[in-house]
């Protein structure tokens, strides 16, 4: 399937999902949101790019998205405590 195709699995289910993910992931409420916001943000971008994504596979390419955003926000996160 296109990456395009992409866009009608955003579900409330996969929001929620999400959601949980970062909340375990993070200090607050606050930081969650926002890297749940990150994550769809990095969904949408993705699904309005060229490519094809294998259908049995359209789950695990959502989620390894969401660990790659989150390995981003950890590594500016332990950044800026650095600092």
């Known amino acids: 399937m296109k990456k395009s195709e992409l866009l009608p699995f955003i579900d409330q289910e996969l929001l929620d999902s999400l959601f949980g993910f970062c909340y375990q992931r993070t200090t607050s409420s606050h930081a969650a949101e926002e890297l749940c916001s990150d994550i ?16 049995d596979a359209v789950h695990a390419f959502i989620w390894r998205i969401a660990r790659h955003v989150y390995a981003d926000y950890s590594e500016r996160r332990s950044r800026e405590t650095a600092r």
């Open 40 to 55: 769809v943000y990095e969904l949408v971008r993705t699904a309005n790019s060229e490519g094809e994504i294998e259908e």
